[in-house]
């Protein structure tokens, strides 16, 4: 099966900082998300991009499907950016959706 | 309005109960799914229906049942619960067009299930 690797696994921040977050994938996919898991677990939409470029915000994502990566940008960090990043993509077959294992963000005052 | 509902949001039980948690999406989306994140936050697909047909189920125990009485509700039975089933569930729905998923999961807010 497809797999997701996301890295880094870890990441501090001081408030303000920029960051990119990548999300590589080992098969072709039929689309890509980020999710933003807040510290109370909600599950959030971040972008729905199998390719190409979108921001929404301080957040931008690419996805060059070609070569099975996507990236996550946060510009000036804030605290409330804090919690874990989730990349998923979902297989050819269209049923299936495989996450990555997270990235950890936590961002200082 | 909520988009995608889930009930309840937290659940403790002894082993050996069964339970039942509960599903429902207002986007008028025709697929649906079962989530299992575990204590390391790694989430993995459980089952996936689409116009109330299983299409997916990812090796899970014969113990787990999912249930889709109609396209906005999906179900999920535990019988003979264990301590393994200690994590949290999420569901999601999306919209399939043409057997392909072109539209965005939306997840529901996670049932918090605790097996003693």
């Known amino acids: 099966g497809i797999q997701v690797e996301q890295s880094p696994p870890d990441l501090i921040l001081q408030e303000g900082a920029n960051s990119t977050l990548r999300c590589n994938f080992s098969?072709?996919?039929?689309?890509l998300q980020w999710f933003h898991q807040n510290p109370w677990g909600q599950l959030i939409n971040l972008f729905y991009i199998p390719s190409g470029t979108k921001q929404n915000g301080r957040l931008s994502a690419t996805t060059v499907a070609t070569e099975r990566y996507s990236l996550l940008y946060i510009s000036s960090s804030q605290t409330t950016d804090s919690g874990v990043y989730f990349c998923?993509?979902?297989?050819?077959?269209?049923?299936?959706?495989?996450f990555g294992a997270g990235t950890r963000l936590f961002v200082k005052a | 309005d909520t988009a995608v509902s889930q009930t309840p949001k937290y659940l403790v039980t002894q082993m050996g109960n069964d339970k039942s948690i509960k599903c429902e999406q207002n986007l008028g989306h025709d697929t649906m799914y079962w989530y299992k994140q575990d204590s390391k936050k790694f989430l993995k697909i459980m089952f996936s229906?689409?116009?109330?047909?299983?299409?997916i189920n990812e090796t899970v125990p014969n113990r787990f049942s999912p249930k889709s009485p109609d396209k906005a509700h999906l179900n999920l039975h535990i019988n003979s619960l264990e301590l393994g089933d200690s994590a949290v569930y999420f569901c999601a729905s999306s919209e399939i067009s043409g057997g392909v998923s072109s539209n965005e999961q939306f997840f529901g807010p996670g049932t918090r299930l605790t097996v003693l």
């Open positions: 098969d072709s996919v039929n689309n």
């Open positions: 998923a993509v979902e297989d050819t077959g269209g049923f299936k959706t495989i």
């Open positions: 229906y689409n116009n109330k047909e299983l299409i």
